[in-house]
């Protein structure tokens, strides 16, 4: 069971903690696993859950092109300046 458990951008993030912590990510409207291989996000017990949580969020950013991201200048809801 996940310890914690976090929306961003419609990805689900679950941060488990047996003996480190490491992220698993759903996409939007589904409950599959993204499998990132060597690139899931981990953390130490040291780093704490919270440093993985900014990796996956990261990851996900990474993952989502700039003009999707309603923050960004060219998403097609942001009203011109």
């Given at each position: ?67 999707t ?12 300046s």
């Amino acid at each position: 069971m996940p310890s914690q458990v976090y929306l961003h951008r419609g990805y689900r993030i679950a941060i488990y903690s047996p003996t480190d912590h490491f992220a698993v990510i759903t996409p939007p409207g589904s409950n599959a696993v993204i499998d990132f291989k060597e690139r899931q996000p981990r953390s130490t017990v040291v780093e704490g859950p919270n440093v993985c949580l900014e990796r996956a969020i990261d990851l996900i950013d990474s993952l989502v092109p700039a003009s999707t991201r309603p923050d960004h200048p060219d998403h097609p809801t942001r009203l011109p300046s």
